[in-house]
């Protein structure tokens, strides 16, 4: 009978158990905007520095170790960095743009984003390129800041007023959650990050909600307060 010394059977445990590391896999979806697939963004992993990009729906599956880490790279995005946890399986990434016009014609011009005319109806306000803290309140950051935009009292007009008998206020998303059009009235303007107008054929990601715009606020997180 032959017999494993202590080493072999050692460098066999790490061998498997690597191995085993290895077979989680995890999937994921990315996008933009909320629900914009994003196509051809690289997805890297920092354990073994694999690389995998996006399908044209956004989608992907890459091999991961326990608590890996994961990068995503795409040109006109910012990158965004995701831990994983022991229980993670399916990871849900939305992609900021830069700002600027430069990042949209970015993801456009890569391929990222395959629908042109979604970005051209979206329009973004952000506080590194205005100081958001000199507006007295949400309505007066918007007001005038927004070609073809209106304020009517508590409500955010952006496709003008051509509905008979209900309303035509705009959806506001904040955090990427619907709220009441009253949020605008508490929400301190310094505590904004960005703000984007969609209209038009964008709006339909949010279904009949959307169908007089949305107003997609994204607020400043812990340190980014000033």
């Known amino acids: 009978m032959r017999f494993f010394t202590p080493t072999i059977l050692i460098i066999c445990f790490l061998i498997l158990s690597n191995v085993q590391a290895q077979d989680r896999i995890i999937q994921g979806k990315v996008t933009t905007f909320e629900n914009i697939p994003v196509s051809g963004v ?21 091999a991961c170790n326990e608590k890996d880490k994961l990068s995503f790279f795409a040109h006109g995005f910012n990158k965004q960095n995701v831990k994983l946890k022991d229980n993670t399986k399916f ?48 309505y007066d950051l918007i007001e005038g800041r927004f070609s073809g935009v209106q304020v009517d009292g508590t409500e955010i007009i952006i496709r003008g007023k051509n509905t008979m008998g209900s309303s035509n206020a705009a959806l506001i998303v ?36 959307g169908a007089n715009g949305v107003v997609l606020i994204e607020t400043k997180k812990g340190g980014e307060e000033q």
């Open 42 to 62: 690289e997805i890297q992993v920092k354990s073994t520095k694999q690389i995998v990009k996006t399908d044209t729906l956004g989608r992907f599956a890459v």
């Open 91 to 138: 990871v849900a990434v939305n992609l900021h743009l830069k700002p600027g016009e430069k990042g949209k014609e970015l993801a456009i011009g890569y391929g990222h984003v395959l629908d042109k005319d979604k970005l051209s109806a979206i329009t973004s306000l952000r506080d590194d390129n205005d100081d958001f803290s000199k507006y007295a309140d949400m």
């Open 174 to 209: 904040v955090d990427g959650i619907v709220r009441d059009e009253s949020i605008l009235s508490i929400l301190p303007p310094h505590t904004v990050k960005s703000i984007d107008i969609i209209k038009d054929g964008a709006s339909a990601i949010y279904g009949a909600s």
